[in-house]
Nanobody, 126 residues
Framework: QVQLVESGGGLVQAGGSLRLSCAAS????????MSWFRQAPGKVREFVAAISWSGDLTSEADSVKGRFTISRDNAKNTVYLQMNSLKSEDTAVYYC???????????????????WGQGTQVTVSS
């Protein structure tokens, strides 16, 4: 069992930055590929970024490429999402998700992930 707790969301002006964190419980965190998803009101949940269990492989959605960076620290059981040059369209609830896998498959559907956090709100004012 893995529990995920996101933090770091908030209100920021367009062009600003935020760093989200997702702290995981459990001793097998390094066995999980991790991803960030987001969901805006009235929209479907969408993939943002993913990182392999070792941290050596990453993937980002085209909409955030060059602005967002995913990373992880397995010693701290934490995955991060550094968000720069934020835009109003980045406003959403951001969720981290865990998939037990040694294979890196960033394109899998959101409903194939094993565990989810409760989400953290990011609001970008224009």
């Amino acid at each position: 069992q893995v529990q995920l707790v996101e933090s770091g969301g908030g209100l920021v002006q367009a062009g600003g930055s935020l760093r989200l964190s997702c702290a995981a419980s459990g001793r097998t965190f390094s066995s999980y590929a991790m991803s960030w998803f987001r969901q805006a009101p009235g929209k479907v949940r969408e993939f943002v970024a993913a990182i392999s269990w070792s941290g050596d492989l990453t993937s980002e959605a085209d909409s955030v490429k060059g602005r967002f960076t995913i990373s992880r620290d397995n010693a701290k059981n934490t995955v991060y999402l550094q968000m720069n040059s934020l835009k109003s369209e980045d406003t959403a609830v951001y969720y981290c998700a865990a998939k037990r896998s040694l294979r890196f498959r960033p394109g899998i559907p959101w409903d194939e992930y094993d565990y989810w956090g409760q989400g953290t709100q990011v609001t970008v004012s224009s």
